[in-house]
Protein backbone atom coordinates (compact mmCIF):
# COMPACT_ATOMS: atom_id res chain seq x y z
CA UNK A 1 0.00 0.00 0.00
CA UNK A 2 1.40 3.00 -0.77
CA UNK A 3 1.68 6.40 1.89
CA UNK A 4 -1.48 8.33 -0.02
CA UNK A 5 -4.06 5.51 1.08
CA UNK A 6 -7.99 6.84 0.91
CA UNK A 7 -9.92 5.61 3.69
CA UNK A 8 -13.15 4.50 1.73
CA UNK A 9 -11.06 2.61 -0.83
CA UNK A 10 -9.80 0.51 2.64
CA UNK A 11 -12.84 0.22 3.93
CA UNK A 12 -14.66 -0.66 0.39
CA UNK A 13 -11.70 -3.18 -0.04
CA UNK A 14 -12.71 -5.49 3.29
CA UNK A 15 -16.41 -5.09 2.18
CA UNK A 16 -15.60 -6.79 -1.48
CA UNK A 17 -12.14 -6.82 -3.54
CA UNK A 18 -10.73 -8.15 -0.24
CA UNK A 19 -13.28 -9.62 1.30
CA UNK A 20 -11.54 -11.87 4.06
CA UNK A 21 -13.94 -14.87 3.26
CA UNK A 22 -14.83 -14.63 -0.24
CA UNK A 23 -11.76 -13.57 -1.69
CA UNK A 24 -8.91 -13.83 0.57
CA UNK A 25 -10.46 -17.12 1.83
CA UNK A 26 -9.44 -16.51 5.61
CA UNK A 27 -10.91 -17.12 8.84
CA UNK A 28 -12.82 -20.62 7.85
CA UNK A 29 -12.91 -22.13 10.31
CA UNK A 30 -15.72 -20.11 11.68
CA UNK A 31 -17.50 -19.04 8.42
CA UNK A 32 -18.25 -22.93 8.47
CA UNK A 33 -18.73 -24.06 12.27
CA UNK A 34 -20.76 -21.20 13.16
CA UNK A 35 -23.16 -20.17 10.40
CA UNK A 36 -25.99 -22.83 10.97
CA UNK A 37 -28.16 -19.71 11.92
CA UNK A 38 -27.97 -16.02 11.76
CA UNK A 39 -27.67 -15.09 15.89
CA UNK A 40 -24.66 -17.17 16.72
CA UNK A 41 -23.06 -15.55 13.31
CA UNK A 42 -23.22 -12.27 13.75
CA UNK A 43 -22.09 -12.55 17.56
CA UNK A 44 -19.22 -14.15 15.89
CA UNK A 45 -18.67 -11.15 13.51
CA UNK A 46 -18.65 -8.58 15.95
CA UNK A 47 -16.45 -10.27 18.48
CA UNK A 48 -14.10 -10.37 15.20
CA UNK A 49 -14.89 -6.66 14.70
CA UNK A 50 -13.57 -5.78 18.36
CA UNK A 51 -10.75 -8.17 18.43
CA UNK A 52 -9.48 -6.56 14.92
CA UNK A 53 -9.86 -3.08 16.20
CA UNK A 54 -8.27 -3.66 18.83
CA UNK A 55 -5.45 -5.36 17.82
CA UNK A 56 -4.90 -3.09 14.72
CA UNK A 57 -5.13 -0.25 16.99
CA UNK A 58 -2.32 -1.52 19.23
CA UNK A 59 -0.12 -2.49 16.53
CA UNK A 60 -0.68 0.36 14.66
CA UNK A 61 1.05 2.52 17.76
CA UNK A 62 3.43 0.35 18.22
CA UNK A 63 4.60 -0.41 14.57
CA UNK A 64 7.77 2.01 14.90
CA UNK A 65 8.78 -0.15 18.18
CA UNK A 66 8.46 -2.93 16.69
CA UNK A 67 11.60 -5.63 15.80
CA UNK A 68 10.25 -7.79 12.59
CA UNK A 69 11.70 -10.90 14.05
CA UNK A 70 9.34 -10.91 17.12
CA UNK A 71 6.55 -9.13 16.17
CA UNK A 72 4.09 -11.95 15.49
CA UNK A 73 4.86 -12.53 19.22
CA UNK A 74 3.57 -9.34 20.15
CA UNK A 75 0.72 -9.76 17.23
CA UNK A 76 -0.29 -12.59 19.34
CA UNK A 77 -0.23 -11.45 22.45
CA UNK A 78 -2.62 -8.65 21.37
CA UNK A 79 -4.77 -10.46 19.74
CA UNK A 80 -4.87 -12.89 22.58
CA UNK A 81 -5.62 -10.08 25.58
CA UNK A 82 -9.05 -8.85 23.24
CA UNK A 83 -9.90 -12.16 22.32
CA UNK A 84 -10.11 -12.93 26.45
CA UNK A 85 -11.81 -9.65 27.11
CA UNK A 86 -14.26 -10.73 24.60
CA UNK A 87 -14.75 -14.06 25.78
CA UNK A 88 -15.35 -12.84 29.41
CA UNK A 89 -18.09 -10.33 28.17
CA UNK A 90 -19.99 -13.14 26.17
CA UNK A 91 -19.67 -15.69 29.02
CA UNK A 92 -21.05 -12.68 31.11
CA UNK A 93 -23.93 -10.94 28.75
CA UNK A 94 -24.41 -13.93 26.62
CA UNK A 95 -24.34 -16.76 28.38
CA UNK A 96 -26.04 -18.81 26.36
CA UNK A 97 -24.74 -17.96 23.21
CA UNK A 98 -21.58 -17.95 24.68
CA UNK A 99 -22.20 -22.25 25.45
CA UNK A 100 -23.41 -22.64 21.54
CA UNK A 101 -20.37 -20.71 20.49
CA UNK A 102 -18.33 -23.09 22.69
CA UNK A 103 -14.48 -23.15 21.56
CA UNK A 104 -14.76 -21.15 18.24
CA UNK A 105 -15.14 -17.90 20.08
CA UNK A 106 -11.53 -18.50 22.15
CA UNK A 107 -10.19 -19.78 18.25
CA UNK A 108 -10.62 -16.04 17.25
CA UNK A 109 -7.05 -15.92 18.25
CA UNK A 110 -5.47 -17.87 15.41
CA UNK A 111 -8.35 -16.57 13.13
CA UNK A 112 -5.96 -15.77 10.45
CA UNK A 113 -7.60 -12.52 9.14
CA UNK A 114 -6.37 -10.76 12.01
CA UNK A 115 -3.24 -11.58 12.18
CA UNK A 116 -2.89 -11.10 8.77
CA UNK A 117 -4.26 -7.82 8.99
CA UNK A 118 -1.76 -6.75 11.55
CA UNK A 119 1.13 -8.14 9.60
CA UNK A 120 -0.32 -6.62 6.07
CA UNK A 121 -2.38 -3.17 6.81
CA UNK A 122 -1.35 -2.07 10.82
CA UNK A 123 2.28 -2.92 11.16
CA UNK A 124 2.32 -0.78 8.20
CA UNK A 125 0.10 1.94 8.31
CA UNK A 126 -0.82 4.68 10.32
CA UNK A 127 -3.70 5.04 13.00
CA UNK A 128 -6.65 5.76 10.99
CA UNK A 129 -6.15 3.74 8.06
CA UNK A 130 -5.85 0.58 10.44
CA UNK A 131 -9.03 1.47 12.12
CA UNK A 132 -10.79 2.12 8.76
CA UNK A 133 -9.09 -1.58 7.19
CA UNK A 134 -10.17 -3.36 10.74
CA UNK A 135 -13.85 -1.87 10.09
CA UNK A 136 -13.95 -3.00 6.62
CA UNK A 137 -12.75 -6.02 7.10
CA UNK A 138 -14.85 -6.81 10.07
CA UNK A 139 -17.84 -5.33 8.64
CA UNK A 140 -17.27 -7.72 5.17
CA UNK A 141 -16.32 -10.45 7.44
CA UNK A 142 -19.53 -10.50 9.59
CA UNK A 143 -21.99 -9.51 6.60
CA UNK A 144 -20.24 -12.55 4.64
CA UNK A 145 -21.07 -14.67 7.70
CA UNK A 146 -24.32 -13.21 8.04
CA UNK A 147 -25.66 -13.67 4.48
CA UNK A 148 -24.22 -17.84 4.70
CA UNK A 149 -25.59 -18.12 7.93
CA UNK A 150 -29.50 -16.68 6.45
CA UNK A 151 -29.33 -19.02 3.35
CA UNK A 152 -28.62 -22.06 5.64
CA UNK A 153 -30.83 -20.81 8.09
CA UNK A 154 -33.76 -20.51 6.02
CA UNK A 155 -33.27 -23.80 3.97
CA UNK A 156 -32.76 -25.60 7.25
CA UNK A 157 -35.46 -24.80 9.58
CA UNK A 158 -38.00 -22.01 7.21
CA UNK A 159 -36.87 -19.22 9.75
CA UNK A 160 -34.83 -16.40 10.07
CA UNK A 161 -33.14 -14.95 13.74
CA UNK A 162 -35.63 -18.56 15.14
CA UNK A 163 -38.48 -16.81 14.03
CA UNK A 164 -41.00 -18.38 11.28
CA UNK A 165 -41.38 -16.67 8.23
CA UNK A 166 -44.85 -16.35 7.39
CA UNK A 167 -44.89 -17.39 3.78
CA UNK A 168 -42.94 -20.11 4.48
CA UNK A 169 -44.55 -21.94 7.01
CA UNK A 170 -47.55 -23.46 5.07
CA UNK A 171 -45.42 -25.77 2.35
CA UNK A 172 -41.85 -25.67 3.77
CA UNK A 173 -40.28 -28.80 4.18
CA UNK A 174 -36.77 -28.18 6.07
CA UNK A 175 -33.58 -29.25 4.60
CA UNK A 176 -31.98 -30.48 7.55
CA UNK A 177 -28.54 -31.11 6.00
CA UNK A 178 -28.25 -27.24 5.53
CA UNK A 179 -28.23 -26.91 8.71
CA UNK A 180 -25.33 -29.53 8.87
CA UNK A 181 -21.58 -29.29 7.92
CA UNK A 182 -22.44 -30.02 4.92
CA UNK A 183 -25.02 -27.00 4.16
CA UNK A 184 -21.75 -24.71 5.27
CA UNK A 185 -19.62 -26.18 2.44
CA UNK A 186 -21.97 -26.42 -0.21
CA UNK A 187 -23.59 -22.78 0.47
CA UNK A 188 -20.20 -21.81 0.62
CA UNK A 189 -18.99 -23.18 -2.15
CA UNK A 190 -21.79 -21.90 -4.45
CA UNK A 191 -20.92 -18.25 -2.79
CA UNK A 192 -17.33 -18.35 -4.17
CA UNK A 193 -18.52 -19.71 -7.03
CA UNK A 194 -20.92 -16.88 -7.87
CA UNK A 195 -18.47 -14.28 -6.43
CA UNK A 196 -15.71 -15.69 -8.85
CA UNK A 197 -17.95 -15.83 -11.76
CA UNK A 198 -19.34 -11.82 -11.18
CA UNK A 199 -15.79 -10.48 -10.34
CA UNK A 200 -14.82 -12.09 -14.34
CA UNK A 201 -17.96 -10.01 -15.59
CA UNK A 202 -16.17 -6.61 -14.13
CA UNK A 203 -12.52 -6.91 -15.21
CA UNK B 1 34.46 -13.70 20.84
CA UNK B 2 31.18 -15.61 22.65
CA UNK B 3 31.29 -13.12 25.26
CA UNK B 4 31.29 -10.50 22.35
CA UNK B 5 28.27 -11.84 20.29
CA UNK B 6 26.58 -12.64 23.61
CA UNK B 7 26.66 -8.85 24.31
CA UNK B 8 25.75 -7.62 20.90
CA UNK B 9 22.47 -10.02 21.08
CA UNK B 10 21.63 -8.28 24.22
CA UNK B 11 22.28 -5.24 23.28
CA UNK B 12 19.86 -5.67 20.00
CA UNK B 13 17.00 -7.76 22.34
CA UNK B 14 16.82 -5.20 24.98
CA UNK B 15 14.17 -2.45 23.14
CA UNK B 16 12.21 -5.70 22.05
CA UNK B 17 12.18 -7.25 25.45
CA UNK B 18 11.27 -3.90 26.95
CA UNK B 19 8.31 -3.20 24.62
CA UNK B 20 7.42 -7.11 25.43
CA UNK B 21 7.58 -6.44 28.90
CA UNK B 22 5.61 -3.36 28.76
CA UNK B 23 2.75 -4.71 26.14
CA UNK B 24 2.42 -7.59 28.81
CA UNK B 25 2.07 -5.76 31.44
CA UNK B 26 -0.39 -3.34 30.31
CA UNK B 27 -2.19 -6.17 28.79
CA UNK B 28 -2.31 -7.76 32.20
CA UNK B 29 -3.89 -5.25 33.66
CA UNK B 30 -6.98 -4.78 31.03
CA UNK B 31 -7.57 -8.69 31.48
CA UNK B 32 -7.35 -7.82 35.44
CA UNK B 33 -9.76 -5.09 35.33
CA UNK B 34 -11.83 -7.57 32.41
CA UNK B 35 -11.87 -10.72 34.82
CA UNK B 36 -13.31 -8.56 37.90
CA UNK B 37 -15.94 -6.20 35.59
CA UNK B 38 -16.85 -9.36 33.94
CA UNK B 39 -16.65 -11.76 36.56
CA UNK B 40 -19.95 -14.52 36.56
CA UNK B 41 -20.05 -16.35 39.47
CA UNK B 42 -20.47 -19.62 39.32
CA UNK B 43 -23.26 -21.48 41.96
CA UNK B 44 -20.92 -22.92 44.35
CA UNK B 45 -23.16 -25.76 44.79
CA UNK B 46 -21.72 -26.75 41.21
CA UNK B 47 -18.46 -27.36 42.48
CA UNK B 48 -19.68 -28.93 45.12
CA UNK B 49 -21.54 -31.57 43.88
CA UNK B 50 -18.32 -31.63 41.61
CA UNK B 51 -16.55 -32.56 44.19
CA UNK B 52 -18.62 -34.91 45.58
CA UNK B 53 -18.92 -36.84 42.36
CA UNK B 54 -15.96 -39.56 41.78
CA UNK B 55 -14.78 -37.68 38.71
CA UNK B 56 -13.88 -40.52 36.92
CA UNK B 57 -15.67 -39.29 33.78
CA UNK B 58 -17.33 -42.76 32.90
CA UNK B 59 -20.39 -41.24 31.10
CA UNK B 60 -22.72 -43.93 32.86
CA UNK B 61 -25.30 -41.16 34.16
CA UNK B 62 -25.52 -40.26 30.39
CA UNK B 63 -23.73 -37.24 30.30
CA UNK B 64 -20.54 -36.29 29.03
CA UNK B 65 -18.82 -36.20 32.01
CA UNK B 66 -18.83 -35.42 35.87
CA UNK B 67 -18.76 -31.66 35.36
CA UNK B 68 -21.94 -31.84 32.80
CA UNK B 69 -23.55 -33.94 35.30
CA UNK B 70 -22.99 -31.27 38.39
CA UNK B 71 -23.83 -29.14 36.41
CA UNK B 72 -27.25 -30.56 35.16
CA UNK B 73 -28.55 -31.90 38.70
CA UNK B 74 -27.30 -29.06 40.10
CA UNK B 75 -30.64 -27.62 37.49
CA UNK B 76 -32.98 -30.26 37.79
CA UNK B 77 -32.84 -32.64 41.11
CA UNK B 78 -34.41 -34.96 39.06
CA UNK B 79 -31.54 -36.50 38.20
CA UNK B 80 -30.42 -37.67 41.32
CA UNK B 81 -29.15 -41.21 41.51
CA UNK B 82 -27.84 -41.45 37.94
CA UNK B 83 -24.37 -41.90 39.10
CA UNK B 84 -23.29 -45.72 38.98
CA UNK B 85 -20.06 -45.97 40.09
CA UNK B 86 -21.06 -43.62 43.23
CA UNK B 87 -24.14 -45.72 43.78
CA UNK B 88 -26.05 -44.50 46.79
CA UNK B 89 -23.01 -42.83 48.88
CA UNK B 90 -22.59 -40.02 46.37
CA UNK B 91 -26.74 -39.53 45.83
CA UNK B 92 -26.76 -38.83 49.67
CA UNK B 93 -24.00 -37.06 49.44
CA UNK B 94 -25.21 -34.68 46.91
CA UNK B 95 -29.31 -34.65 48.42
CA UNK B 96 -27.00 -32.90 51.00
CA UNK B 97 -25.01 -30.37 48.98
CA UNK B 98 -28.44 -29.43 47.44
CA UNK B 99 -31.10 -29.78 50.61
CA UNK B 100 -33.13 -32.39 49.27
CA UNK B 101 -34.87 -35.35 50.99
CA UNK B 102 -32.80 -38.13 49.62
CA UNK B 103 -34.75 -40.09 46.36
CA UNK B 104 -33.37 -42.13 44.44
CA UNK B 105 -30.06 -44.17 44.00
CA UNK B 106 -30.02 -47.82 44.65
CA UNK B 107 -27.14 -50.67 45.33
CA UNK B 108 -24.59 -49.79 43.19
CA UNK B 109 -24.71 -51.41 40.07
CA UNK B 110 -22.53 -53.86 39.04
CA UNK B 111 -21.93 -56.24 36.44
CA UNK B 112 -21.93 -59.85 36.03
CA UNK B 113 -21.12 -62.49 32.84
CA UNK B 114 -23.64 -64.68 32.14
CA UNK B 115 -21.06 -67.34 31.36
CA UNK B 116 -18.44 -69.43 33.34
CA UNK B 117 -16.78 -71.53 30.41
CA UNK B 118 -12.80 -71.21 30.73
CA UNK B 119 -11.57 -72.58 27.17
CA UNK B 120 -11.02 -76.28 28.25
CA UNK B 121 -15.29 -76.63 29.11
CA UNK B 122 -16.83 -75.63 25.57
CA UNK B 123 -16.40 -77.12 22.08
CA UNK B 124 -14.88 -75.40 19.45
CA UNK B 125 -15.33 -76.22 15.66
CA UNK B 126 -11.99 -74.51 14.22
CA UNK B 127 -9.71 -72.06 15.29
CA UNK B 128 -10.93 -67.89 15.24
CA UNK B 129 -7.89 -65.66 13.09
CA UNK B 130 -10.43 -63.28 12.37
CA UNK B 131 -10.53 -59.61 13.46
CA UNK B 132 -9.32 -59.01 17.09
CA UNK B 133 -13.28 -58.29 18.65
CA UNK B 134 -16.17 -60.36 20.20
CA UNK B 135 -18.49 -58.09 17.26
CA UNK B 136 -16.69 -60.38 14.15
CA UNK B 137 -16.03 -63.37 16.30
CA UNK B 138 -19.62 -63.28 16.95
CA UNK B 139 -20.27 -62.97 13.26
CA UNK B 140 -18.58 -66.44 12.65
CA UNK B 141 -21.06 -68.95 13.35
CA UNK B 142 -18.80 -71.87 12.70
CA UNK B 143 -16.26 -71.10 15.25
CA UNK B 144 -17.61 -71.67 18.76
CA UNK B 145 -20.06 -74.03 19.39
CA UNK B 146 -22.22 -72.29 21.54
CA UNK B 147 -23.94 -69.66 20.08
CA UNK B 148 -24.65 -67.99 23.69
CA UNK B 149 -21.75 -68.22 25.33
CA UNK B 150 -18.87 -65.31 26.38
CA UNK B 151 -16.11 -65.53 22.93
CA UNK B 152 -13.34 -64.48 25.07
CA UNK B 153 -12.14 -61.71 22.70
CA UNK B 154 -12.06 -59.52 24.69
CA UNK B 155 -14.66 -56.26 23.41
CA UNK B 156 -15.99 -55.83 27.27
CA UNK B 157 -11.89 -55.38 28.37
CA UNK B 158 -10.75 -52.83 25.73
CA UNK B 159 -14.40 -50.91 26.70
CA UNK B 160 -13.32 -50.88 30.44
CA UNK B 161 -11.20 -47.46 31.80
CA UNK B 162 -10.55 -49.22 35.34
CA UNK B 163 -8.59 -52.62 34.24
CA UNK B 164 -11.19 -54.12 36.03
CA UNK B 165 -12.02 -56.50 32.90
CA UNK B 166 -9.77 -59.59 32.00
CA UNK B 167 -10.04 -62.72 29.87
CA UNK B 168 -8.50 -65.36 31.43
CA UNK B 169 -8.54 -68.71 30.14
CA UNK B 170 -10.75 -67.57 27.43
CA UNK B 171 -13.37 -65.97 29.47
CA UNK B 172 -14.12 -62.52 31.08
CA UNK B 173 -13.70 -62.08 34.37
CA UNK B 174 -14.94 -59.18 36.37
CA UNK B 175 -12.46 -57.73 38.94
CA UNK B 176 -14.97 -56.29 41.63
CA UNK B 177 -11.91 -54.62 43.72
CA UNK B 178 -11.73 -52.03 40.25
CA UNK B 179 -15.20 -52.03 38.79
CA UNK B 180 -16.88 -48.74 39.08
CA UNK B 181 -19.98 -50.14 37.74
CA UNK B 182 -20.16 -47.60 34.88
CA UNK B 183 -21.54 -50.03 32.44
CA UNK B 184 -19.65 -49.50 29.27
CA UNK B 185 -18.57 -53.64 29.23
CA UNK B 186 -22.01 -53.97 28.86
CA UNK B 187 -22.86 -52.03 25.53
CA UNK B 188 -19.55 -53.80 24.58
CA UNK B 189 -20.61 -57.54 24.15
CA UNK B 190 -22.55 -58.10 21.02
CA UNK B 191 -24.18 -61.34 22.66
CA UNK B 192 -25.28 -59.25 25.75
CA UNK B 193 -23.89 -61.23 28.35
CA UNK B 194 -22.81 -58.91 30.76
CA UNK B 195 -25.96 -58.01 33.24
CA UNK B 196 -25.87 -54.75 35.41
CA UNK B 197 -26.80 -55.66 38.62
CA UNK B 198 -28.09 -53.67 41.62
CA UNK B 199 -25.32 -55.36 43.91
CA UNK B 200 -27.54 -55.13 47.69
CA UNK B 201 -24.57 -57.43 48.86
CA UNK B 202 -21.09 -57.68 48.42
CA UNK B 203 -21.28 -61.15 47.26
CA UNK B 204 -24.53 -62.03 44.37
CA UNK B 205 -25.53 -65.43 43.52
CA UNK B 206 -25.86 -65.56 40.06
CA UNK B 207 -26.41 -68.12 37.06
CA UNK B 208 -23.59 -67.68 35.16
CA UNK B 209 -24.72 -69.12 31.61
CA UNK B 210 -26.67 -67.80 28.88
CA UNK B 211 -27.77 -70.67 26.50
CA UNK B 212 -30.99 -70.68 25.53
CA UNK B 213 -30.46 -74.36 23.73
CA UNK B 214 -32.27 -77.67 25.37
CA UNK B 215 -30.04 -79.61 27.82
CA UNK B 216 -29.27 -82.21 25.50
CA UNK B 217 -27.72 -79.59 23.18
CA UNK B 218 -25.92 -77.38 25.85
CA UNK B 219 -24.62 -80.58 27.46
CA UNK B 220 -22.86 -80.75 23.76
CA UNK B 221 -21.03 -77.91 23.54
CA UNK B 222 -20.73 -77.25 27.13
CA UNK B 223 -19.31 -78.66 30.26
CA UNK B 224 -20.58 -75.89 32.54
CA UNK B 225 -23.86 -74.67 30.86
CA UNK B 226 -27.63 -74.42 32.14
CA UNK B 227 -29.43 -76.97 31.27
CA UNK B 228 -32.54 -75.44 32.16
CA UNK B 229 -33.50 -78.65 34.62
CA UNK B 230 -35.45 -76.64 36.61
CA UNK B 231 -33.80 -77.69 39.96
CA UNK B 232 -33.58 -74.11 41.40
CA UNK B 233 -36.47 -72.99 40.48
CA UNK B 234 -38.38 -76.16 42.53
CA UNK B 235 -36.32 -75.41 45.33
CA UNK B 236 -36.06 -71.72 45.97
CA UNK B 237 -38.97 -68.40 44.92
CA UNK B 238 -35.52 -66.90 44.06
CA UNK B 239 -35.13 -68.53 40.69
CA UNK B 240 -37.42 -69.04 37.48
CA UNK B 241 -36.85 -71.22 34.35
CA UNK B 242 -37.38 -70.22 31.19
CA UNK B 243 -36.21 -71.08 27.58
CA UNK B 244 -34.40 -73.92 28.87
CA UNK B 245 -32.75 -71.10 30.93
CA UNK B 246 -31.94 -70.36 35.05
CA UNK B 247 -32.50 -66.91 36.01
CA UNK B 248 -32.12 -65.39 39.31
CA UNK B 249 -34.98 -62.30 40.27
CA UNK B 250 -32.68 -59.42 41.26
CA UNK B 251 -35.25 -57.36 41.99
CA UNK B 252 -36.15 -59.33 45.56
CA UNK B 253 -32.94 -60.54 45.69
CA UNK B 254 -32.09 -62.57 49.16
CA UNK B 255 -29.92 -64.69 49.84
CA UNK B 256 -32.40 -67.37 51.73
CA UNK B 257 -31.34 -71.20 52.88
CA UNK B 258 -33.67 -72.30 49.73
CA UNK B 259 -31.46 -70.40 47.10
CA UNK B 260 -28.33 -72.12 49.58
CA UNK B 261 -30.05 -75.48 48.49
CA UNK B 262 -30.79 -74.63 44.72
CA UNK B 263 -27.17 -73.81 44.46
CA UNK B 264 -25.89 -77.03 46.28
CA UNK B 265 -28.03 -79.11 44.00
CA UNK B 266 -28.09 -77.87 40.80
CA UNK B 267 -26.19 -80.44 38.39
CA UNK B 268 -23.60 -78.52 36.64
CA UNK B 269 -22.43 -75.61 39.01
CA UNK B 270 -23.74 -73.28 37.21
CA UNK B 271 -25.41 -71.10 39.88
CA UNK B 272 -22.38 -68.99 41.40
CA UNK B 273 -21.12 -66.49 43.74
CA UNK B 274 -20.12 -63.08 42.00
CA UNK B 275 -18.54 -59.83 43.98
CA UNK B 276 -15.28 -59.01 45.85
CA UNK B 277 -13.65 -62.40 47.25
CA UNK B 278 -16.27 -64.22 45.92
CA UNK B 279 -15.98 -68.01 46.81
CA UNK B 280 -14.75 -70.50 43.79
CA UNK B 281 -17.19 -72.05 42.04
CA UNK B 282 -17.34 -76.10 41.90
CA UNK B 283 -15.12 -77.01 39.41
CA UNK B 284 -16.37 -78.14 35.90
CA UNK B 285 -17.76 -81.75 35.95
CA UNK B 286 -17.44 -82.52 39.80
CA UNK B 287 -21.15 -83.59 40.75
CA UNK B 288 -23.09 -82.13 43.61
CA UNK B 289 -22.37 -83.06 46.73
CA UNK B 290 -25.24 -85.76 47.53
CA UNK B 291 -27.97 -83.52 48.99
CA UNK B 292 -28.93 -84.99 52.15
CA UNK B 293 -32.76 -85.77 52.85
CA UNK B 294 -34.56 -84.14 55.27
Not at chain 1, 3 to 11: C, D, H, N, Q, R
Not at chain 2, 139 to 147: E, G, I, K, R
Not at chain 2, 227 to 238: F, K
Amino acid sequence: MSKEVSLGKTFTAGLWDNNPVLRLLLGMCPTLAVTAAVKPALTMGISVIFVLLFSNIVVSSIRHLLKPHVRILMFTLTIATAVTIADLYLKAFMPEMSASLGPFIPLIIVNCIIIGRAEACASKNGLMVSITDALGMGVGFTLTLCVLAAIREVLATGMIFEKAIPAFTDFYVPWAAMGMPVGAFITLGLMLGAVNMISKKTT
Amino acid sequence: MILASVMELLNNAWPAAVLALGLASVFALILLIASIKLKVIVDPKIEDVHAALPNIDCGACGFAGCGSYAKAVVADPELLGKCAPGGSDTSNAIAEILNLQMSGGGAPLRPIIHCRACQQDKKYFSEYSGIIGCTSADAQPNVQACAFGCLGNGGCVRRCKFDALHIIDGLAVVDYEKCTGCGACAKGCPRELIEMVPFTQDIMMTVACNSKENGKNTRSFCEVGCIGCGMCSRNSDLFTTENNLARIDFENYELTEEAQTAMDKCPTGNIVFRGKNAPAPRPAGQKPAVAKKA
